[in-house]
């Protein structure tokens, strides 16, 4: 399964937009990208999920450059409810099971 | 969307006691569940693969006998945590893989804390 690595942290203002970046330079042809997010005690919650080049959705954008070894979340305006964990995986659907390997994730502080 | 729902949201125990947890998938079925668990300020870590009608895939170091995974049907997945111990006080959470239109995204229960005394 391919590994992925993130900073560990990030700080932000409210309004700001936030790019976080993750590499996965053994990504595999069938692996797709997916972003979680984690709030304290909780399970963690899908933000988005991409294959190559651009997805937009209601709440973020994720950018994949064409040899897909790495992808940047895009979260536009962040607000102090944004401050939470992120977490890039990858993995195929429905190779290796379709199993999720989480790496240690991004700690993300909006501050006001 | 599709919802995935563990209970109980937490439970303690006592040292020795045998703990078991709950994961549902409401509105859809999961021939596969995946089940993590989480200590404080660390990341997921996934211990095991749960397969409907067939034994659960271990993920190396994790005691198979420890921590007993029943997968009944396509809606249910069970773990039992055998003889608990303080170091097995943990945050566990469930997964499904949704079907149909949402095949490909991993579905989370909002999980479950264990504490063992």
């Known amino acids: 399964l391919a590994k992925t690595t993130q900073p560990i942290s990030m700080d932000s203002y409210e309004g700001q937009e936030v790019n976080i970046t993750c590499s996965h330079n053994n990504i595999a042809t069938n692996d797709y990208i997916t972003w979680y997010q984690q709030f304290p005690s909780q399970g963690p919650r899908f933000i988005i999920q991409?294959?190559?080049t651009k997805v937009t959705n209601e709440v973020a954008s994720l950018f994949i450059p064409a040899d897909r070894k790495s992808s940047t979340l895009s979260l536009p305006r962040v607000s102090l409810s944004d401050t939470a964990v992120y977490y890039c995986l990858v993995g195929g659907i429905y190779n290796q099971g379709g199993k999720l390997i989480f790496g240690q994730g991004t700690e993300l502080s909006v501050k006001p | 969307g599709a919802v995935v729902s563990q209970h109980p949201s937490w439970v303690i125990c006592k040292s020795g006691t045998s703990v078991k947890i709950e994961c549902r998938s409401l509105d859809f079925q999961a021939t596969t569940m995946f089940w993590y668990r989480q200590f404080p300020k660390q990341s997921l870590m996934l211990m095991a693969t749960s397969n409907e009608g067939s034994k659960a895939t271990y993920e190396q170091g994790v005691e198979k006998d420890k921590f007993l995974i029943n997968h009944a049907s396509l809606t249910l997945s069970t773990l039992t945590v055998t003889s608990a111990h303080p170091e097995d006080s943990s945050f566990y959470i469930c997964?499904?893989?949704?079907?149909?239109?949402?095949?490909?995204?991993?579905?989370f229960g909002e999980g479950s804390r264990l504490t063992v005394l």
């Open positions: 997964s499904a893989r949704g079907t149909g239109a949402n095949t490909g995204e991993l579905f």
């Open positions: 991409g294959y190559k």
